[in-house]
């Protein structure tokens, strides 16, 4: 039994349904079968939609794929499971529950593709659009400014049972619950929640050795960004980007603060709880002892994709503004299809553990002053790109206050991991850089790494607070 749990791999994906999620699924199918040979070696995906019907359209076509696999690849039904489950990010309770379901159900999670989410858009300033491609084509579908958005969007009431109509004992008071942003909770904190209760999951290492691993390491927790995560569109004051113009750059730029700092002395105290199991024990609690997860940060490039809604009409010049992107300006992140989109989340889920721990400094303090060319390899935040003919590789990519490494005076430059080579590839083109992007200086990397700080403090602060409102209420 033990032999059959090490040669399972288990990864749960989030917002599956379409775009960029259900291309993870079927490319982590294509490279699992393809690097994972071996008949006794089997992938189970554990897949979620908000709802039943959005799992049952996807499970049909991700068989279809299944089908067209097994014309070349024998048992492919017996070496890939998939398990949808119904989750809605911004209702905690649903989180909750299916935190304590799969922990019941499960042994391990190998990886968490943290891929759902909203953005509140409501379409494009057409004008404002027309002026930035003419000023400049190249950053107007890279970093656009012209997006149009909802501000203050809130969640539903997570507690209306109870905070509304339930009877009040004699001398108590009605507590009003605390408001929840609903870009902020469905992209970030829904996910922080539930990848909490995992911990006991991810902490097993029951197939570390299907990650090149060791018995003592844990599963992965894959953020997924964006490249447009301006630092302009987030906040300390306003974590949960409410009052916000862009409620989605908000909640990716906090995204990238803790997936970046999650290794830094400075967050450890917080970040240890976060990642220490509480509830449902694994099977292996002595394992899950010496077991901690590790955190990376990944992002799709450019995809069209139908998260900002447009005409019908204009799907098809969107694309082909995409491509052009791609080949008359040389740029490395305009990938157009979700499936080239996937190949950096997938790489990060797939790839061997001693592969990561040589790009990125495992453990607490890796990312330290981060001063000094010959600091070595830091954690990064790794795009999909790909060339002019549509070739895939996975480059760092440049963050605002971090740079590619959070290394001050290092090379600044991209740094890829070839697809095909699987090591440190050589010195990449400049021409996915933002424009307006500035050196790496000990100043910014101190006030990034700060940020960092106070928003893990405030997120374990707003996590316990909630845990605690959910159990009183249940």
Known sequence: MEKAQEETFTVLVTGVNSGLGFAICVRLIDEFLHTRPKPSQTLHLVLTTRTARKAHETDLRLRQHLRALSASIPSVDDRVTVQFELVDLTALVTVRALARKLCGALTTLDAVVLNAGTGAFTGVDWWAAGAMLVRDYLTALTWPTYMKARVGDLTNRQLTPWSSSAPLEEGEERQEEPLLGDVFCANVFGHYLLVHGLTPLLSASISASLRGATSGAGGRIIWVSSIGAHAKCFSLDDLQGVRAAGAYESSKRLTDLLALTASSRSTQAWVTPFLTPHRNPPVDAAAAARATPHIYLAHPGICATSMVPVPGWMSFFHTLSLYLARWLFASPWHNVQPYSGACAPVWLVLALQPTLDALEDAGPGGSGSGSGSGSGPRKGKWGSACDFWGRERVVRTEVEGWGYAGVVGGEH??????????????????????????????????????????????????????????????
Do not use: I, V, Y
């Not at 010195?427 to 996915?432: H, S």
């Open 413 to 474: 430059e991209e740094r890829d991991e070839t697809k095909a080579g699987g090591g440190a590839g050589g010195r990449g083109r400049r021409t996915g850089r933002n424009p307006d992007a500035q050196r790496l200086t000990d100043d910014a990397r101190r006030r990034f790494e700060d940020e960092g700080r106070q928003c893990w403090r405030d997120m374990e602060a707003l996590r316990e607070m909630w845990e605690a409102t959910l159990d009183e209420r249940s």
